[in-house]
């Protein structure tokens, strides 16, 4: 439910800031904003784009938890979208997104909620292929018995 109220609040907040932060600044102030906005985000994406594995495995060894730089990199990668959209409200999300010591609170407050739900359970599959063996003499059979079953 929640979820879904953010969803819906979102474009009426960006309407919002248009209309407010629009008409206080001007026409073309505003479309330089969003256009300036777009632009860093897709610097950011292309950063992380062409920076990603090489700088990954360094920040590995230097944090040593596997998991900090990741978090960090998809955070970067959630600012580089929210920049990209257009908007003032996103574009404010995205910029904080993009300070260090912001998403290392995030990071750090997500992990504790997380460790509060319990433990994650995983389940695993393992494909293959089957056939059906009828139990008989071993002359009966069609094929060879595996080296598996031999003693």
Not at 61 to 69: A, Q, R, T, V, Y
Not at 99 to 112: F, N, S, W
Not at 121 to 135: F, L, Y
């Amino acid at each position: 439910m929640w979820i879904l109220l953010g969803i819906l609040a979102i474009p009426l907040i960006e309407i919002g800031l248009f209309v407010t932060l629009g008409g206080a600044i001007g026409l073309w102030p505003t479309l330089a904003w969003v256009l300036i906005s777009a632009a860093l985000g897709m610097l950011v994406l292309k950063g992380i784009a062409t920076t990603g594995s090489v700088s990954l495995g360094r920040d590995m060894k230097e944090m040593g938890d596997p998991l900090s730089p990741i978090a960090h990199r998809v955070m970067v990668v959630m600012a580089g979208a929210l920049l990209l959209l257009p908007g003032f409200f996103t574009d404010a999300l995205g910029i904080l997104l993009l300070i260090p010591p912001l998403r290392t609170l995030m990071i750090r407050l997500m992990g504790r909620k997380l460790a509060n739900r319990g433990v994650v359970t995983q389940t695993t599959v393992i494909e293959g292929e089957w056939q059906d063996v009828t139990p008989g003499a071993p002359e009966q059979r069609q094929t060879p018995p595996s080296d598996w079953t031999k003693h």
